[in-house]
């Protein structure tokens, strides 16, 4: 097992809230809807006992049950013709294939949690290769399925609890499944890749989506779904949507869906292309000046002394200290570029040293 060294970045709250509204598409899908799989035009929702579907361009969709041959579905993705799901439980945890064309036919079993104690469920499909981890499996694993008889083989292993993960370029980002949870990210190009720790405090992360460079995560004991631009460092959480229960989502263009609800049950959609700033606080109205600096750093609208944290490009660490209103921070030892400076527990703004 490869040791870990993650590269520690706080996980930062930023005090401003986007406000989107949620529409409720399914307003009851049974008990226990697990996963979300878009084919085109037609939702799948993995749960217990079968998997259903609904066409999305539908005003009123109509729920139909597309296959009762797994006991309990997670995760799917489609590959030529076969179906992969996650599926099983409470002890058989397992990845099994279905005849998309005859989704009643008895499913094949692919892998077993091989001897791992706890839920392959997560899985990703790029090009031919087919990702998958779970709750309490500390290994990510890789299966090509273009092979006549697949066989896993480790990506790493040395993460607990991994229930989300989300590809952007060679980067996987992997977030623990626990309240808090971690996210990291690693290149799956190099076998000697190490995770880098990136966020920590999610509150139990259950799914991850990217659009754009922008990464959805859903916080499922933390009634809340945000978002991130993982181009800029240190990470910034958004609020995107509060107030729900989520669980898996899928994009459709700038529609997300989501599982929602106490038991499961909702289907919901938001449109992020909507998303505006709702509230404006007061560390948003902070201004940093000169921007660009060679030496003095001032910030206007600080009403009383708080702590400051400047980070380089990377979220490395830089200087700490504390600021007073109409005081100054002396940055001159920095070397020319691109900095990040938190006050306090807002978010944090940037400035370039020349």
Do not use: H, W
């Not at 990845?95 to 499913?107: E, G, R, S, Y």
């Not at 031919?128 to 779970?134: C, M, V």
């Amino acid at each position: 097992m490869k040791k870990l060294y993650p590269l520690i970045i706080a996980f930062l709250l930023c005090a401003s809230t986007l406000s989107a509204q949620l529409v409720e598409v399914v307003p009851n899908v049974g008990f226990s809807a697990q996963g979300l799989f878009l084919n085109g035009d037609i939702l799948y929702i993995g749960k217990l006992n079968d998997i259903r579907r609904i066409d999305i361009t539908e005003e009123s969709p109509t729920l139909e049950i597309f296959s009762t041959s797994i006991n309990q579905s997670f995760y799917m993705v489609l590959y030529v013709n076969d179906f992969y799901v996650s599926a099983g439980g409470p002890s058989d945890y397992r990845i099994v294939k279905l005849d998309f064309a005859n989704p009643n036919d008895p499913p094949v079993n692919v892998t077993f949690q091989d001897g791992y104690l706890g839920a392959v469920r997560v899985m990703l499909l790029v090009g031919d290769d087919l990702y998958y981890t779970g709750p309490n499996i500390d290994t990510l694993f890789r299966m090509d399925l273009s092979q006549a008889t697949p066989s896993a083989e480790v990506v790493y292993s040395g993460i607990d609890l991994n229930n989300a993960i989300a590809l952007y370029g060679n980067d996987m980002y992997i977030a623990e499944y626990k309240n808090p949870g971690k996210l990291y990210k690693l290149d799956i190009t190099d076998p000697s890749a190490t995770p880098i720790e990136l966020a920590s405090g999610l509150e139990t992360p259950y799914d991850m989506e990217f659009l754009g460079d922008e990464l959805y995560i859903s916080l499922n004991t933390g009634d809340k779904i945000v978002k991130t631009d993982v181009t800029q460092l240190p990470l910034v959480m958004e609020d995107v949507v509060v107030a729900l229960e989520p669980r898996d989502m899928v994009f459709d263009g700038n529609e997300l869906y989501v599982i929602n609800g106490i038991n499961s049950n909702i289907i919901s959609k938001v449109d992020v292309s909507t998303l505006s700033v709702a509230d404006v606080s007061q560390d948003e109205r902070i201004v940093l000046y000169p921007n660009p600096t060679e030496d003095l750093l001032y910030l206007k609208n600080l009403s009383s002394q708080e702590n400051y944290t400047i980070y380089d490009a990377i979220g490395r660490t830089l200087m700490l200290g504390k600021i007073e209103p109409n005081n100054s921070i002396d940055v001159s030892s920095l070397a020319t570029g691109r900095y990040f400076i938190r006050i306090g527990d807002s978010f944090p703004l940037n400035f370039v040293k020349r």
